[in-house]
């Protein structure tokens, strides 16, 4: 009898692990679905037209244009040459009371390669 026990044990734990696996290539599924879509977001945004910064995008952070040193304006769209792009929204960034337009709504790919035209925002 002991044999049998053995073998229901056995065959619980054995869908325990299969259950686990399932969860864990579900979860992995998932990332690599929401990878594709930001890269595909991303590609969007550098195609249609971004305010190019020299620097690296900072999520929470305002851009500046450089020609003015005035705030970019909420909704402006920009981008960076590492594949990073965002969207202006508003927020308190400095705690002033007032709301700025800063770096929000991220989307990551594939930074533009050399010598491919983006179409860049000119100010």
């Known amino acids: ?19 686990i696996n399932s969860l864990a290539e579900m979860k992995l599924q998932s990332a690599n679905d929401h ?3 930001q890269a ?6 550098y195609a249609n037209g971004c305010f190019m910064v020299s620097g690296l995008l900072t999520q929470g952070a305002p851009i500046y244009n450089p020609k003015n040193g005035r705030a970019l304006a909420r909704g ?3 981008c960076d040459r590492f594949g990073n792009t965002g ?4 927020a308190d960034f400095d705690r002033d009371g ?3 337009a800063v770096v929000g709504l991220p989307a990551f790919g594939n930074p533009p390669a050399d010598g491919i035209d983006t179409k860049e925002v000119k100010f």
């Open 1 to 19: 009898m002991g044999n049998i026990s053995e073998q229901m044990r056995a065959a619980s734990i054995i869908r325990e692990q299969v259950g």
């Open 35 to 37: 990878a594709a879509s």
């Open 40 to 45: 595909r977001i991303a590609a969007e945004r």
């Open 76 to 78: 402006v769209v920009v």
């Open 87 to 90: 969207v202006l929204i508003p």
């Open 98 to 100: 007032k709301e700025n």
